[in-house]
Nanobody
Framework: QVQLVESGGGLVQAGGPLRLSCAAS????????MSWFRQAPGVERKFVAA????????AYADSVKDRFTISGDNAKNTIYLQIDSLKPEDTAVYYC????????????????WGPGTQVTVSS
């Protein structure tokens, strides 16, 4: 089992930066990749970004790749999501996820999820 806890969300102004963190615990040696998804009200949860622990390769949704940066600290079993130039449409619950196997895509195959952290961007 892998447990995930997100932090760093809150109410922020448009145009500013924000960094989300996700700490993994438990059988963290099993993790293959970790990622961020987000879900806005009335919308299905969508992929945002992912990082593979071995090699550090990353993937981003096209809609965020210019403003979002995912990174990881192996020693802390933590990943981060740096969001720059926040927009009101970034308002959502942001979820951290982990996978323990190579599904063939960094955008899918996640079996472990955190409870989420709310990000609200005011205009």
């Amino acid at each position: 089992q892998v447990q995930l806890v997100e932090s760093g969300g809150g109410l922020v102004q448009a145009g500013g930066p924000l960094r989300l963190s996700c700490a993994a615990s438990g059988r963290t040696f099993l993790r293959y990749a970790m990622s961020w998804f987000r879900q806005a009200p009335g919308v299905e949860r969508k992929f945002v970004a992912a990082i593979r622990w071995s090699g550090g390769s990353t993937a981003y949704a096209d809609s965020v790749k210019d403003r979002f940066t995912i990174s990881g600290d192996n020693a802390k079993n933590t990943i981060y999501l740096q969001i720059d130039s926040l927009k009101p449409e970034d308002t959502a619950v942001y979820y951290c996820a982990a996978s323990t196997y190579n599904s063939g895509s960094l955008r899918a195959g996640y079996g472990y999820w955190g409870p989420g952290t709310q990000v609200t961007v005011s205009s």
